[in-house]
């Protein structure tokens, strides 16, 4: 459940470089029990924004409040309320996950008792139980990763901020860190930042998607509300796919279309239409394709998503 209060407020954010500005008064405020993603190309500003919430890198200007504390003047104290996993995290790599992580519980001040306790439950929970005696160096990718989650956990985190972390992944490994992420939001209602480049998994886990660029919060909102901001005045687009290979059929079918009143564009490539309409009603389109005998495959209202907002404000950024 996300509570109707920050938990992360950044007002008036200013990281500049000398003449550089990486971050450029930036507003953001995250709510407690959210996933947010932070969606920008790299070089966007989104580490330098993270590095200076925990209190690793001073602001040139702007106001910072992470559940209540300042991390610029309490840098030791946010630490203990965050749980940070970078793109590349180190380990003790001729250590065992297990020991590894008893000793980052020591180092957060738990007995050894306690260390061995929660170590032994959050590689469980990570999926790492039946791997917890072999070494790190042992481990592939994913696996450091998750060990990597279960260090940020072992301080009992309200925030988790994870930059990059499927970087390097294969397909199945960033599904189930993924998931692994939606179960930890919903079981102990955490807080998570996702400062990422990869669209699919920012749309796929996310509440809220902030875009970043050039030090700048572009636009801000669940995909839904910033589709319909940003696509407020474009016509209506289905999308109809056919299997036909009769010419003759296939250019009857878009004379007709066009000569539709409602009708503003038709595109025809590879077997695909494209009809930009400004009736809402799709049986004039369906009935023009049953008079001209062109079979339909299907027939789709065109929704927008992250690619296409991406795609509006990144359209010189490489992903």
């Known amino acids: 459940m996300i509570v109707d209060t920050p938990i992360i407020d950044l007002k008036g954010l200013h990281k500049s470089y000398g003449k550089h500005k990486a971050v450029d008064g930036l507003d953001l405020q995250i709510y407690k029990g959210e996933i947010f993603g932070l969606l920008g190309p790299n070089g966007a500003g989104k580490s330098t924004t993270i590095l200076m919430m925990m209190g690793l890198s001073e602001a040139s200007a702007g106001h910072i409040n992470i559940a209540g504390i300042n991390p610029q003047r309490n840098p030791i104290e946010v630490k203990r309320v965050i749980g940070y996993l970078p793109d590349n995290i180190g380990f003790y790599e001729q250590r065992s996950g297990r020991e590894n992580l008893e000793l980052i519980g020591r180092l957060n001040g738990l007995s050894t008792e306690e260390a061995r306790e929660k170590a032994y439950a959050l590689l ?76 699919h998994q920012v749309e796929e886990v996310c509440h809220r998607v902030g875009l970043f660029v050039a030090g700048r919060l572009v636009a ?23 299997d036909s290979t009769d010419k003759e059929k296939i250019k009857k079918a878009e004379d007709m279309l066009i000569a539709q009143e409602s009708v503003v564009s038709v595109d025809f490539r590879d077997n695909n239409f494209t009809i930009q309409h400004t009736n809402h009603d799709t049986l004039p389109i369906m009935d023009i394709f049953l008079r001209t005998q062109v079979p339909v495959t299907s027939l789709q209202q065109r929704t927008y ?5 991406y795609s509006f404000y990144f359209k010189d950024s490489s992903i």
């Open 124 to 199: 469980q929970k990570v999926g790492l139980d039946k791997v917890a005696d072999k070494k790190v160096g042992t481990y592939s990718r994913g696996m450091k990763q998750r060990l990597g989650l279960a260090e940020t956990l072992i301080k009992d985190p309200q925030i988790l901020i994870l930059d990059e972390p499927t970087l390097g992944l294969d397909p199945t490994g960033v599904k189930e860190f993924l998931h692994l992420i939606q179960e930890l939001n919903r079981s102990q209602q955490l807080t998570v930042l996702l400062a990422s480049h990869h669209l």
């Open 305 to 309: 998503g992250l690619d296409d907002i």
């Open 220 to 242: 801000e909102g669940d995909i839904q509300q910033l589709a319909d901001q940003l696509f407020a005045n474009s016509h209506p687009t289905v999308l109809v796919s056919t």
